[in-house]
């Protein structure tokens, strides 16, 4: 038997790097996924190479009423939602703050923490009925970032330890009912992006950085890591049997552990 067989699951920022990964892993252990993101053409493909275990909805999670439209999408297909990854992110790409105009660092805080904070709130919120019927539970992308300087500059830096606030917050709200947690990856080579109101709508931290090298440079194991190197934490913190005692636990397995070394989100 699969380790999430019959699950039923939502992942934000489903369509590109290690929410890809994830629902590539979830939907071989036998998961329904629910893969939400703002990318169409994305998730066009990610349909085209996935089939049925996975249904795509396109939306923005800094809007409420699209995080509820992906619950009620597992809901309707599976009649319950066990899991909801709240996985969309943005960068700064280490815009520090004496480097930043006054203006660009205002806007940039309110869609980066828009993003990588208030669209796990509001996950959380669209899932919470469905999730306190299933007894179910709550994973969020975090990064070496939620504990370490130098993965990216404050706001990005800043945006990761609100999430673990938020884990544990949460993890005492919606006991016994909701488990919340965390996992928290070091640096990959994906596509992820920073601010519109930044200039970094259109850059990728791939084509931005030497970011193979860099992460090979400061993990402390010296891989060459990718984003489905990440996902077993994943199945664990989502698989009920296997994790029942855990909420309020973030999973650091980014390989960055020591202070000031890290250099990747
Ligand atoms: N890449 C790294 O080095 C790294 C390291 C540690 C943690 N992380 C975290 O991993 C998570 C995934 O990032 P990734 O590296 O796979 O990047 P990615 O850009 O490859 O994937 C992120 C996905 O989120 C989607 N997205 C962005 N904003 C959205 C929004 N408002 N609404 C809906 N979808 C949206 C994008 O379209 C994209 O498909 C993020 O939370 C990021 O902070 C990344």
Known sequence: MARLDNASVVVTGAAS??????VD????????????????EKLDTLKAEIGESVVTVVGDVTRYEDNLRACEAAV???????TFIGNAGLWDFNRS????????LASGFDELFAVNVKGYLLGAKAALPALTASRGSIVFTLSNASFYPRGGCPLYVASKHAGVGLVRQLAYELAPDVRVNAVAPGGMA??????GAMGLADTSI??????RDVIRTFSALQLDIR??????SYVLLAAREESATATGTVIDISSVGTPGRSAAP
């Open 17 to 22: 790097g290690l929410g890809r990964a994830v």
């Open 25 to 40: 892993r979830f939907t071989a252990e036998g998961a329904s996924v629910v893969a939400f993101d703002r990318s169409q």
């Open 76 to 82: 309707d297909r599976r009649g319950k939602l066990d």
């Open 97 to 104: 703050l004496a480097e930043s105009d006054p203006q660009s």
């Open 190 to 195: 994906t596509d992820l992006r920073g601010p």
């Open 206 to 211: 791939e084509d931005a950085l030497p970011i």
């Open 227 to 232: 984003p489905e190197d990440y996902v077993g």
